[in-house]
């Protein structure tokens, strides 16, 4: 099943996707919160409330007349895996990590699809990285790998913006990835019971300006997301509605002769089989 959070005023609400066509699940479902993280949180069975709002003779609404929000627009966390793919380590001229590089995202850098995506004025190096992002669906911590999967509720696309020069002027990554609205999540939420396990298998591209960059498929990581998951949660408890971005494979502007660098007007996307087509452009950040 496919949700998506769409903004109503000053309000974000969840809806579940039927075709061309939402139906808002609070709407129909009253006890259901409008907030995909209370949801969760709350232990809601968000696939048999969408079930239950489909069945529902509540209005529905083009899905292409809303305008949408990041998929969890404010998750407690946003953890991002660094050097996950063996491509993109051997390009970035490391080994093979022996432990995930993790960073976090601030909620002020997350974006929705569609949205445009402001390069700063401090930088030109402006780099895309499409990924996999997996929302925890229940709390977990001290997870075996063999049960991590039992703990995600679904996946969507993610790019992972980066400003390079920033990233690299210190030997932690954290400024150089939580630049304003550079954190594209979108466009929907996919249940977990719709991909193979793990989300592993699946065709993973970016494209800029139509042309393609990177190609991939998740079955490439270092670290799936089970493994992920068991090694996050031997540190830290993972909560409803935390978002897991699983890094990017070769192909980043940064990596080729000459570097690739987005600039206003560019139109970057994030195509996941079975997941969805994360779209946004880019502008020049207005003062």
Not at 87 to 107: C, I, M, N, Q
Not at 155 to 178: E, H, L, M
Not at 182 to 199: H, K, M, R, W
Not at 222 to 241: F, K, N, S
Request: hydrophobic share 40%; charged share 25%; aromatic share 6%.
């Amino acid at each position: 099943m496919k949700f998506v959070t769409y903004r109503s005023g000053h309000e974000n609400c969840l809806a579940v996707v039927d075709g061309d066509q939402i139906v808002d699940i609070n709407r129909a479902v009253p006890d259901v919160p409008a907030d995909v993280r209370a949801a969760l949180a709350a232990g809601i069975d968000l696939v048999a409330a969408g079930r239950r709002a489909l069945d529902s003779t509540a209005a529905r609404q083009s899905l292409a007349a809303v305008a949408l929000a990041p998929v969890v627009p404010e998750p407690g966390k946003t953890v991002c895996l660094g050097l996950n793919y063996y491509d993109h380590a051997a390009e970035s001229g490391r080994e093979k990590p022996v432990y995930p590089w993790f960073f976090l995202r601030g909620t002020t850098s997350l974006l929705a699809h569609g949205e445009a995506s402001p390069r700063p004025r401090v930088s030109e190096k402006f780099d895309y990285e499409a990924e996999l992002a997996v929302v925890i669906g229940k709390r977990a911590r001290h997870v075996k790998r063999e049960e991590a999967l039992d703990y995600v509720f679904g996946y969507a696309c993610f790019n992972d913006i980066s400003v390079r020069d920033y990233q690299k002027r210190t030997p932690q990554w954290t400024i150089g990835k939580n630049f304003d609205r550079t954190g594209a999540l979108g466009p929907v939420l996919v249940s977990a019971d719709e991909l193979p396990a793990g989300g592993a298998g699946l065709s993973i591209r970016s494209r800029l300006n139509g042309q393609v960059m990177q190609d991939a498929n998740t079955k490439d990581m270092i670290w799936d997301v089970a493994e992920t998951i068991a090694l996050l949660t031997e540190c830290l408890t993972l909560e409803p509605g935390d978002v897991i971005a699983m890094g990017t494979p070769a192909g980043v502007g940064q990596s080729r002769t000459p570097p690739v660098w987005m600039k206003a007007g560019d139109t970057i996307e994030v195509e996941i089989e079975g997941v969805g087509l994360l779209v946004n452009t880019i502008e020049d950040d207005q003062p």
